[in-house]
């Protein structure tokens, strides 16, 4: 083990999901197996550390000074949806569902790990409904204590504006019944249900 080599491996050992193993598997891999592809991944690195930022209206990440979807003058609904970060946001525009606007937190609020309002994307957010940009808002918070908190908060921060407020509904997941659900989503289930007839 020299020096450099440690120094590589101790920074991976920061990224998330890499132990000390794949640490040392992928410093070995560039160094040892791939050498050729190194300096690509360094310009990667380089190129996306200089460019890309957040989105001045919505904090998505963007390499303009607005995202895509905030760019987009047909995804201005008045819709936004509240997301706690960037990998969410993907995943509601995989599904394709909704076509109005995002609003990114960069995380929930919570007290145990020392996460305050002034530490998210909160003030842009209710920045946005007063501004009148923002006509509703679809909370899509995890379903958890501290996502809870995030919305107590947004709501009580949102009394005077009259703007609708609706949480996503939390259910079985597709191709799933009851009998494999946790004690959480039945509840969740429960509590979401919507009528029938
Ligand atoms: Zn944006």
């Excluded at 040392?24 to 550390?49: D, F, M, S, Y």
Aim: glycine letters at 8%; hydrophobic letters at 40%; a neutral charge.
């Amino acid at each position: 083990m020299t020096p450099a080599l440690e120094a590589l491996q101790k920074q991976l050992k920061q990224l998330p999901g890499v132990g000390y193993r794949s640490a040392e598997r992928i410093a070995l891999h560039l160094l040892v197996e791939k050498p050729g592809k190194l300096p690509e991944l360094v310009n990667a690195l380089q190129a996306a550390a200089k460019s890309v930022r957040r989105c001045v209206v919505c904090g998505n990440l963007s390499e303009e000074e607005q995202c895509p979807i905030c760019a987009d003058e047909r995804r201005r609904t008045g819709q936004v949806c509240v997301v706690e970060n960037v990998q969410d946001l993907a995943a509601l525009e995989r599904s394709g569902a909704f076509r109005g606007r995002y609003h990114v937190l960069h995380g929930k609020l919570s007290p145990i790990r020392g996460v305050a309002p002034e530490d998210l994307n909160l003030a842009a957010l209710l920045q946005r409904v007063e501004s009148g940009e923002a006509t509703e808002l679809i909370l899509a918070l995890s379903n958890d204590v501290e996502g809870e908190a995030t919305c107590h908060y947004l709501l009580d921060r949102l009394p005077k504006t009259g703007v609708p407020v609706t949480r996503i509904g939390f259910g079985l997941p597709s191709g799933s019944g009851v009998l494999y659900a946790d004690a959480v989503t039945l509840k969740s289930a429960l509590e979401g249900r919507r009528t029938y007839s």
